[in-house]
C-alpha cells in the first residue's frame, strides 16, 4: 500500500505556470502518472513517467508545455506546467502502479491515486 499526496495547485492566469508535486510513501518505486477531471467529464490521461525515469509520454494537448519528471531518493513525483491555459482547468491526481502498465494512458492499470488537487487557469 502506498499513499500519495499532492500539492502545488491554484488559480493562475492564462499563459502563467504551476508545479504540481506528488509524495508517496515507503520506499517501492513505481511507475507514475498524472490524470485530471474537470467538471462533467472522464479522468483524463495528462503525463506518465516510468519507475526510473527514462521513460516519459504525454497527451497531446499538452506537449511542450508540461513536464514529468520524479526524484527517487525522495519518492517525489512532478509536473511542471507552464503556458497554461483555461482548458487546463481541473483537479489533477497522481496516480501510481507496479509492475510496469501494458498502457500509461489508461486509468484502470494504476492502483493507488491521490486526494487531487485543483489547477483553476482563469483571467
Known amino acids: 500500500q502506498v499513499q500519495l499526496d499532492e500539492s502545488g495547485g491554484g488559480l493562475v492566469q492564462p499563459g502563467g505556470s504551476l508545479r504540481l508535486s506528488c509524495a508517496a510513501s515507503?520506499?517501492?518505486?513505481?511507475?507514475m502518472g498524472w490524470f485530471r477531471q474537470a467538471p462533467g467529464t472522464e479522468r483524463e490521461f495528462v503525463a506518465a513517467?516510468?519507475?526510473?525515469?527514462?521513460?516519459?509520454t504525454y497527451i497531446d494537448s499538452v506537449k511542450g508545455r508540461f513536464t514529468i519528471s520524479r526524484d527517487n531518493p525522495k519518492n517525489i513525483l512532478y509536473l511542471q506546467m507552464n503556458n497554461l491555459e483555461p482548458a487546463d482547468t481541473a483537479i489533477y491526481y497522481c496516480?501510481?502502479?507496479?509492475?510496469?502498465?501494458?498502457?500509461?494512458?489508461?486509468?484502470?492499470?494504476?492502483?493507488?491515486w491521490g486526494q487531487g488537487t485543483q489547477v483553476t487557469v482563469s483571467s
Open positions: 496516480a501510481a502502479t507496479t509492475p510496469r502498465p501494458t498502457d500509461y494512458k489508461s486509468p484502470h492499470l494504476y492502483h493507488y
Open positions: 515507503g520506499r517501492t518505486i513505481y511507475h
Open positions: 513517467i516510468s519507475a526510473a525515469g527514462l521513460t516519459t
